[in-house]
């Protein structure tokens, strides 16, 4: 029986959905726990392998635990098919280098990869929600029996960076960072428990009945169920619009206000002393298909900008010659433009900030595995409540290569927190719209001082 759905985003679970358990418990567990104890005593300065570490000694509740122990607790977590965080984490990271090696190859049922790239094709949003870790989930997707599928897909979100899959709220963050109504995404999982909490947070769901898998013999309760992926029509109106023949031209004087409201925000944050010199860069999107963002001047002083000191730039923040925003007088767009433009297609941001910030730099080299911030009242400036949240901001290592810096941001950020500190360099901070991009700047910022007001770290 065939299940139609009209929705723009399609999440995927990995285990039993698209692939079968029996190769993630036969080949790949067995793969990681011949692994883990060189992982545990050659890479333990690392900070992915530190934090997980410290993570493992609070779930044992033994501060002092050695790696021995650590890698005793791993193997007994595997034989339970525990679903805890750093287990994914060690597990993502032995994964991603077999993977990158040659000696794993993951595995998809056959009909999955014909139908995503027919989705994909017709303008649905691919992305992935399962326990693994986001690094597992990139070096499956990336070696596939037919190759690198990563193109097809979007974000990638595990149990750290959206949370417990049973929980209606892991959705809902889901649901916000895709910036995506809940009625226009669609969850598929054999999990009768994941199919509830993702239809509780408003989803559309499906569930994946395939014999053999371990919920088979749970059924799949009240959701529509389906034998495979065959039995799955995607409707979007997504893929009308991309086939449009009409395209969004941004004209000289829209790009000219957009240059005045970033010189605005520019100035106010040079008052500051976050954009000292000509450090620093704003951008505001004008456009979404295509995608176009007027991006602040490299090399003025951003205390002292003008509206015709902004570039119009393109998805790949490269300027588009010929329109508005590219004549002499303009300049050049920064080479950190090609990184807004990543932020946005990532988050669906409307405005992105970057500035160079003392207490973001020094955070950074004090916590490079991340700050996390709790129970403070200024949390609610991020969307969050004050009381028994905590949210990490994450720290990545600098490059002056923007796709590998994009890809560090993609794999470290954390949808709750609208941000991430770049070690060495500074802060990128986004919004909805300008005004948002600001507020979010701000109260990270105050974050950032008090924990250096404090010394912590």
Same mark, same amino acid.
């Given at each position: 029986?065939?299940?139609?759905?009209?929705?723009?985003?399609?999440?995927?679970?990995?285990?039993?959905?698209?692939?079968?358990?029996? !190769?993630?418990?036969?080949?790949?567990?067995?793969?990681?726990?011949?692994? +883990?104890?060189?992982?545990?005593?050659?890479?333990?300065?690392?900070?992915?392998?530190?934090?997980?570490? @410290?993570?493992?000694?609070?779930?044992?509740?033994?501060?002092?635990?050695?790696?021995?122990?650590?890698?005793?607790?791993?193997?007994?977590?595997?034989?339970?098919?525990?679903?805890?965080?750093?287990?994914?984490?060690?597990?993502?990271?032995?994964?991603?280098?077999? !993977?990158?090696?040659?000696?794993?190859?993951?595995? !998809?049922?056959?009909?999955?990869?014909?139908?995503?790239?027919?989705?994909?094709?017709?303008?649905?949003?691919?992305?992935?929600?399962?326990?693994?870790?986001?690094?597992?989930?990139?070096?499956?997707?990336?070696?596939?029996?037919?190759?690198?599928?990563?193109?097809?897909?979007?974000? !990638?979100?595990?149990?750290?960076?959206?949370?417990?899959?049973?929980?209606?709220?892991?959705?809902?963050?889901?649901?916000?960072?895709?910036?995506?109504?809940?009625?226009?995404?669609? +969850?598929?999982?054999?999990?009768?428990?994941?199919?509830?909490?993702?239809?509780? #947070?408003?989803?559309?769901?499906?569930?994946?009945?395939?014999?053999?898998?371990?919920?088979?013999?749970?059924?799949?309760?009240?959701?529509?169920?389906?034998?495979? +992926?065959?039995?799955?029509?995607?409707?979007?109106?997504?893929? #009308?619009?991309?086939?449009?023949?009409?395209?969004?031209?941004?004209?000289?004087?829209?790009?000219?206000?957009?240059?005045?409201?970033?010189?605005?925000?520019?100035?106010?944050?040079?008052?500051?002393?976050?954009?000292?010199?000509?450090?620093?860069?704003?951008?505001?999107?004008?456009?979404? *298909?295509?995608?176009?963002?007027?991006?602040?001047?490299?090399?003025?002083?951003?205390?002292?900008?003008?509206?015709?000191?902004?570039?119009?730039? *393109?998805?790949?923040?490269?300027?588009?010659?010929?329109?508005?925003?590219?004549?002499?007088?303009?300049?050049?767009?920064?080479?950190?433009?090609?990184?807004?433009?990543?932020?946005?297609?990532?988050? @669906?941001?409307?405005?992105?900030?970057?500035?160079?910030?003392?207490?973001?730099?020094?955070?950074?080299?004090?916590?490079?595995?991340?700050?996390?911030?709790?129970?403070?009242?200024?949390?609610?400036?991020?969307?969050?409540?004050?009381?028994?949240?905590?949210?990490?901001?994450?720290?990545?290592?600098?490059?002056?290569?923007? *796709?590998?810096?994009?890809?560090?941001?993609?794999?470290?950020?954390?949808?709750?927190?609208?941000?991430?500190?770049?070690?060495?360099?500074?802060?990128?901070?986004?919004?909805?719209?300008?005004?948002?991009?600001?507020?979010?700047?701000?109260?990270?910022?105050?974050?950032?001082?008090?924990?250096?007001?404090?010394?912590?770290?």
């Amino acid at each position: 029986m065939t299940r139609t759905f009209d929705v723009d985003h399609v999440v995927l679970d990995i285990e039993g959905t698209t692939s079968a358990t029996g !190769f993630v418990v036969g080949e790949l567990y067995p793969y990681a726990r011949k692994r +883990f104890r060189r992982l545990l005593t050659e890479r333990a300065a690392e900070p992915e392998v530190r934090r997980a570490v @410290g993570q493992i000694r609070a779930l044992l509740d033994e501060p002092a635990a050695d790696a021995a122990r650590i890698e005793r607790a791993l193997g007994a977590w595997l034989d339970e098919d525990r679903k805890a965080t750093p287990l994914k984490t060690l597990q993502g990271i032995v994964w991603a280098e077999g !993977f990158a090696s040659g000696e794993l190859v993951s595995h !998809f049922y056959p009909d999955v990869l014909p139908r995503l790239r027919e989705w994909h094709a017709a303008g649905v949003r691919l992305h992935v929600y399962s326990s693994g870790s986001v690094a597992a989930q990139r070096a499956w997707f990336g070696h596939s029996p037919e190759g690198d599928l990563r193109p097809l897909t979007g974000q !990638f979100y595990d149990t750290e960076n959206a949370g417990p899959k049973l929980v209606a709220a892991s959705y809902e963050a889901i649901t916000a960072d895709l910036g995506a109504a809940p009625g226009r995404v669609l +969850f598929l999982s054999d999990r009768p428990g994941e199919l509830d909490a993702a239809q509780a #947070a408003g989803w559309h769901t499906a569930g994946v009945r395939r014999p053999g898998e371990p919920y088979y013999e749970s059924g799949v309760g009240d959701h529509p169920e389906v034998a495979s +992926f065959a039995e799955l029509e995607i409707r979007t109106g997504a893929g #009308a619009a991309a086939a449009a023949p009409d395209v969004p031209v941004v004209g000289a004087d829209e790009v000219r206000r957009a240059g005045a409201r970033l010189a605005a925000e520019a100035a106010r944050f040079a008052a500051f002393g976050w954009m000292r010199g000509t450090s620093g860069n704003l951008s505001v999107v004008l456009a979404r *298909d295509p995608l176009r963002l007027a991006v602040t001047a490299s090399g003025r002083d951003k205390g002292e900008l003008i509206a015709d000191d902004v570039v119009l730039v *393109d998805g790949r923040g490269a300027a588009v010659a010929g329109t508005a925003g590219t004549s002499a007088g303009a300049g050049k767009p920064s080479a950190e433009a090609g990184l807004h433009a990543r932020v946005v297609r990532l988050t @669906g941001a409307g405005a992105v900030v970057h500035v160079h910030t003392v207490a973001a730099v020094a955070m950074g080299r004090r916590r490079p595995g991340g700050i996390v911030f709790r129970d403070l009242e200024m949390l609610k400036g991020l969307g969050l409540p004050a009381d028994g949240a905590a949210v990490r901001l994450p720290v990545i290592a600098n490059s002056q290569d923007m *796709d590998v810096l994009g890809d560090r941001l993609e794999e470290a950020r954390e949808p709750r927190m609208p941000a991430v500190v770049v070690a060495g360099h500074g802060l990128y901070v986004w919004g909805t719209d300008l005004l948002q991009a600001r507020h979010h700047a701000e109260v990270v910022q105050w974050l950032l001082e008090l924990e250096v007001a404090a010394g912590r770290g």
